[in-house]
């Protein structure tokens, strides 16, 4: 079983849609990071959060540390939301990151 | 942006040569790091460093080694490539964020090809 699980694994939506994407992990975590890869390739850091809400522009990342559980939102989703999302939770006795596999977001306009 | 390179950025080589693979930073960061990612698996970690001359192994690690001789520079090696190693190797560095957590930045990315 992964440790870090990601739902949808694909998503189109049309633009001005609210989006959601959803991070299940099973192991203890000190944070929870959501980055963000476009079509390029390149990772971009988009939040790390260990307890509540972050808040940056149109996207929202929650935490439940009791569930497990965080949820990413985009609010009026844009195509150039287009990307994949990743969720990774910081567990590993080494300091990395322990990744989920992904959310590919499509956004039509 | 944390100052992170890699090169090279494509690279295609033939099952059995050596291959390294460069990350620079320039923000002297104590731990570096290179994961690969692949198609259904996700980034997975092959190796760290904590400090110069400090490694250790990660996840999957076997058919990889590491040198950290300075503090800006983490060499990725594959002593003898093969098909299985054909992947995207992403280079991060950890800093210190807000409330004391490190958060991760990863350099551009290399795209090796074993033929």
């Known amino acids: 079983k992964n440790e870090v699980e990601q739902s949808p694994q694909n998503l189109t939506a049309q633009e001005g849609e609210f989006i959601t994407i959803n991070c299940s992990y099973s192991?203890?975590?000190?944070?929870l990071h959501w980055l963000q890869q476009h079509p390029g390739g390149g990772i971009v850091s988009l939040f790390m959060?260990?307890?509540g809400k972050k808040k940056h522009g149109r996207l929202i990342a929650t935490i439940n540390i009791q569930e497990k559980h965080s949820s990413l939102h985009i609010t009026a989703s844009h195509p150039r939301d287009s990307a994949v999302y990743i969720c990774a939770v910081k567990g590993g006795s080494q300091g990395n990151l322990i990744f989920g596999k992904g959310t590919k977001l499509s956004v039509k306009p | 942006d944390a100052g992170i390179t890699q090169s090279p950025r494509h690279k295609v080589t033939e099952t059995g040569t050596p291959v390294t693979l460069r990350c620079h930073q320039t923000e002297n960061h104590r731990y570096m790091y290179w994961y690969r990612q692949d198609p259904g698996h996700g980034l997975r970690l092959i190796h760290y460093?904590?400090?110069?001359?400090?490694?250790d192994k990660g996840e999957v690690s076997d058919g990889y080694s590491v040198s950290r001789s300075k503090t800006e520079d983490f060499l990725l090696t594959l002593e003898s490539a093969t098909s299985s190693q054909t992947s995207v190797y992403f280079c991060?560095?950890?800093?210190?964020?807000?409330?004391?957590?490190?958060?991760?930045?990863f350099g551009p990315g290399t795209r090796l090809t074993v033929l």
């Open positions: 192991v203890g975590i000190s944070a």
């Open positions: 460093s904590y400090g110069v001359k400090d490694t």
């Open positions: 959060l260990s307890s």
């Open positions: 991060a560095i950890s800093r210190s964020g807000t409330g004391g957590f490190n958060e991760q930045f």
